[in-house]
């Protein structure tokens, strides 16, 4: 018989050998016999449970990756500020050049400028080319003209100097184009509807003006230098004074040209000259 020291030192080793990790399973309670359709039901709830935590996962994966692809996409109107064209480069490449000049070139804007003390001579040779003094001063011309060929060129030099000043004023208007200089506008320029900056209308005048002359006056080789020269002086006198840019000095000269050759177009005939000076004077016979 076995003493009851050794059985209870037995008890006790199967015990400690119980309590080990490795056999931890066997003092577990036994897990009841489910039916298949019970067993089924178990084994899949793992498997679902699976499931949703990886849809859940999933989700705030895929809403993360979302997050940071939305900022990456980039709107068509930014993309095309970050490539634009080559004709887009050019134009801005060209107007910053053209500011740029222009500003350089304003040396009489201001009486502080480096040839402030050539403003007022500059002031008057612009003046020359103002629409309010071609038109007052052809006004004058033609009261004083007795020839019918002289009253003929006359007219059509007052028709296309208003013709010349309705449309820069137009143009202007529409494009609403700012100086190189922050000035406002002269007394005489509010009057000649010349608020803006493109095209210059100074420009357009001495070319349109210069032009007429040459094709209807006979001058000699000396006036026609001068006259050319006084047109090209005249639009260069706004860009010296900060009121218009390079462009808007060129495409003044262009205006100008096409402004004559519209006159020439529809030039009016001696007759029809008298006819609409007798209505100014409401001096009209209908029976002329």
């Known amino acids: 018989m076995p003493s009851t020291y ?13 309590s080990r990790p490795e056999f931890m399973s066997l003092n577990q309670p036994p897990i009841r016999n489910c039916g298949p359709s019970v067993s089924r039901g178990c084994s899949r709830k793992p498997a679902q449970n699976k499931q949703q935590t ?4 999933e989700e705030p994966a895929d809403s993360g990756s979302k997050d940071k692809r939305e900022p990456n996409r980039m709107p068509e109107e930014d993309c095309m500020q970050l490539n634009p064209s080559f004709k887009g480069i050019a134009m801005n490449s060209l107007l910053a050049i053209d500011i740029c000049l222009s500003k350089r070139m304003g040396v009489c804007a201001y009486t502080s400028s480096s040839w402030g003390g050539c403003r007022s001579m500059i002031t008057l040779l612009a003046l020359t080319g103002h629409g309010i003094t071609w038109i007052i001063g052809t006004i004058v011309c033609l009261t004083r003209s007795n020839t019918l060929a002289g009253q003929e060129v006359l007219v059509n030099l007052l028709l296309a100097l208003l013709l010349d000043v309705m449309t820069v004023a137009g143009l202007q208007r529409l494009v609403k184009r700012r100086g190189p200089w922050e000035m406002t506008p002269g007394f005489l320029d509010s009057v000649a509807l010349a608020v803006s900056s493109f095209p210059a209308a100074h420009a357009s005048r001495a070319a349109m003006v210069s032009k007429f002359l040459l094709s209807h ?27 218009h840019h390079l462009t808007d000095m060129v495409c003044g000269f262009a205006l100008g040209m096409f402004h004559f050759s519209l006159m020439e177009t529809v030039w009016l005939s001696s007759s029809t000259c008298q006819t609409l000076i007798s209505i100014s004077t409401l001096s009209w016979n ?3």
Do not use: C, H, Y
């Open 6 to 18: 050794n059985v209870r030192s037995r008890t006790r080793e199967r015990n400690g050998v119980l």
């Open 217 to 243: 006056l006979v001058l000699a080789v000396p006036l026609r230098i001068l006259l050319v020269l006084w047109a090209f002086l005249v639009g260069m006198s706004r860009v010296l004074l900060g009121k």
């Open 286 to 288: 209908p029976s002329f």
């Open 54 to 57: 990886g849809q859940q996962s």
